[in-house]
């Protein structure tokens, strides 16, 4: 099911998600929308705090044919190295993109669908996406990375737009 994307600046978006404790049939259902709903937006990431559901789940798939997707249950990034700086959008901040400055690579700790603990390292797109997706679970928007001048400029925009606050 296509659930609806939060969009900047809805407070939902600030809320910190809770760690999932119990996998069962309701957090695959919810694996599976999160999916369904990134790929029909379209996206390369999504956080479940971006459809109002506060747990700390996020998909990803960067591959061009979106058949490579990852689940992250309770991410805990464990390693950060190097710096980059790269074009970022987001499905809660539509038709807006900014330079943002992340690790370059990454390691991370997290559980699948079943429960099951896992490691994997990460970088470019990948580790950034991660970070991004990670950092929704915590309630910082990409564009909390940038200036206040910035920040004012984009809310002005969203308001002249007439997109709903």
């Known amino acids: 099911m296509i659930l609806p994307i939060l969009h900047y600046p809805d407070k939902r978006l600030r809320k910190i998600a809770e760690e999932v404790e ?8 919810l694996v599976d929308d999160m999916f369904e709903t990134m790929y029909q937006a379209p996206g390369i990431g999504l ?10 789940i996020i998909v990803i798939d960067i591959s061009e044919q979106q058949n490579e997707p990852i689940c992250l249950i309770n991410p805990v990034i464990t390693e950060k190295i190097g710096k980059t700086e790269s074009e970022e959008g987001c499905l809660s901040v539509p038709d807006y993109v900014e330079s943002i400055k992340r690790f370059e690579s990454i390691k991370v700790d997290a559980m699948n669908q079943k429960g099951e603990n896992f490691e994997m390292d990460a970088s470019d797109l ?10 929704h679970l915590n309630g910082i928007l990409f564009v909390d990375h940038l200036s206040k001048l910035k920040q004012g400029r984009l809310i002005k925009k969203t308001k002249k737009s ?4």
Do not use: M, P, W, Y
């Not at 956080?47 to 700390?56: E, F, G, M, S, V």
């Not at 990948?126 to 950092?135: A, G, K, R, Y």
């Open 126 to 135: 990948l580790s950034i996406c991660i970070q991004h997706e990670v950092d």
């Open 162 to 165: 007439g997109k709903e606050l």
């Open 47 to 56: 956080a479940a705090t971006q459809i109002n559901q506060h747990k700390r």
């Open 22 to 29: 119990v996998f069962d049939d309701s957090i695959s259902v």
